[in-house]
């Protein structure tokens, strides 16, 4: 007896020395993790006039070009477009050389896990992003960037994701009981300041039409998954900003069943009441390149550019189908091609859509991905200025700031891209990135590539490990 009170009492303490470690690693880790090391400043000075001369603006309200045009730029505002230069005294000038000038790219999709992901979206030409689940440290990074504390593409962010019953998509979902749960859930993103609220489609009917008027008298929009619990003509007449992912029109709406019928009489509600979608065919497409190709695709992908915490969970999403048999890959590959035609079937009937990429799984490498999704787009005979307006005064319009951003005008914010060629006769021109104006900063060639490299330094496993943990505790 005295023995196994001996033998207990170690063992209490070997357990109670556990419990305390797994405790001190979590609470250093939530502590580390509220903070953002390694900012490699701003990179480039701050201009307060600038002139761009010799350029091809191409304003984007609709489809034309202004040729051989100077725009003037104050305080990182538009103040004038001139077919004749006037007086430059006092102006920074960045001569076009007869390049193309347009609204700097918008992806209305993305999962930012690394601050480091918004240095590396304006490397690429992405000026602004739409973050669709919302973490503490998201608030921190928009205002950083605002304040023109860290180099990085204009951040706007959801609400931690809503949702409802126990298939919630992951640990990360803030799960409602109640209608007043979820009006609860609105006020209180509204405070913290988030941007716009986020759903899922584990939401009833009841406590997403809760969502829906709450967010209405708090001015805050709504998008994300459509709840399976709604049906198209509610959905549709909500006031729901937009659809996110042809994928969950093809499960959702589709039951998994798809018909270009089925698409079409879909398309015609949507382009009927103006709902927003985001197709973002790229993230399923990596799944589908993965069953077909193995492992040598994972080996084509950049993975130095991916948070390791990220890259980690990347690998085990898309391991899963390297080793697919050919039955999963044909249906991988059906579903593939499915999910394109439902983007074209949509553009033929005119339902307004947003460019986004679902960045963050599947080792999908902040701006490049959106890249690949304009690929995409032009793959499926979508017309070059309709994917450009998809990926700018679309986005600015869905997000409630088409009076300041998405296209070059008087008095709008210059966020703006240089391109070498026109991306009226080729939107995957816009990869022949010359330079990026964001936050009244030039980033030239070397500019480009210094943000390139700041996108390089990734926060560290134990760090996204306590910015995870943060929002576990305050969603």
Do not use: C
Not at 412 to 418: F, S
Not at 443 to 456: I, M, Q, T, V
């Amino acid at each position: 007896m005295k023995k196994l009170k001996s033998i207990l009492k170690v063992t209490g303490k070997v357990i109670l020395s556990i419990l305390l470690a797994i405790l001190l690693f979590l609470g250093s880790a939530y502590l580390i993790g509220k903070q953002d090391f390694g900012s490699p400043g701003m990179l480039t000075p701050e201009l307060s006039k600038v002139a761009f001369v010799n350029v091809n603006v191409i304003p984007m309200d609709s489809n034309y070009v202004l040729s051989n045009h100077t725009v003037l730029i104050e305080s990182g505002i538009i103040k004038g477009i001139y077919s004749e230069a006037p007086n430059l005294n006092g102006y920074q000038i960045i001569d076009g050389k007869g390049q193309y000038l347009m609204p700097g790219l918008m992806d209305a999709h993305a999962h930012i896990f690394d601050r480091s992901d918004l240095a590396l979206n304006l490397s690429q030409g992405v000026t602004t992003v739409r973050n669709m689940m919302g973490f503490p440290m998201h608030l921190r990074w928009k205002e950083q960037v605002e304040n023109s504390e860290y180099p990085g593409a204009t951040l706007f962010t959801s609400s931690p994701t809503l949702n409802m019953g126990e298939d919630t998509g992951g640990p990360f979902h803030k799960v409602l009981a109640n209608q007043e749960e979820a009006k609860a859930a609105v006020n209180e993103a509204k405070q913290l300041g988030y941007d716009f609220m986020k759903i899922y489609d584990g939401l009833s009917k009841e406590v997403f039409e809760a969502i829906m008027e709450e967010a209405h008298k708090t001015n805050m929009r709504v998008a994300g998954h459509p709840p399976r619990s709604v049906d198209l003509n509610t959905l549709s007449t909500s006031g729901l900003t937009s659809i996110e992912h042809a994928e969950e029109v093809f499960q959702g709406m589709m039951g998994y069943k798809y018909s270009p019928e089925k698409a079409d009489s879909i398309a015609k509600i949507l382009a009927e009441r103006q709902v927003y979608v985001t197709p973002s065919l790229i993230i399923y497409h990596y799944i589908k390149e993965t069953s077909v190709k193995g492992q040598a695709f994972l080996d084509s992908i950049p993975q130095d550019y991916i948070n390791p915490l990220i890259r980690f969970i990347g690998n085990k999403q898309l391991g899963d189908f390297v080793n697919a048999s050919e039955e999963a890959a044909g249906y991988n590959t059906r579903k593939d091609n499915a999910l394109s035609e439902i983007l074209r079937i949509f553009h033929k009937n005119q339902v307004p859509l947003l460019l986004g990429t679902d960045h963050g799984p599947n080792l999908t490498v902040a701006g490049y991905i959106l890249h690949r999704e304009i690929e995409m787009w032009k793959q499926n005979d979508i017309p070059d200025y309709d994917i450009l307006r998809a990926g700018t005064i679309n986005v600015a319009d869905a997000f409630g700031v088409a009076n300041r951003l998405g296209t070059i005008a008087m008095n709008k914010e210059a966020q703006l891209i240089l391109l070498k060629n026109n991306p009226l006769t080729d939107a995957r021109n816009t990869q022949q990135l010359s330079g990026v104006f964001h936050n009244a900063r030039w980033y030239n060639k070397d500019g480009l590539k210094a943000l390139e490299e700041a996108g390089k330094d990734k926060s560290s496993t134990f760090s996204t490990l306590g910015r995870f943990l943060e929002h576990l505790i305050k969603k």
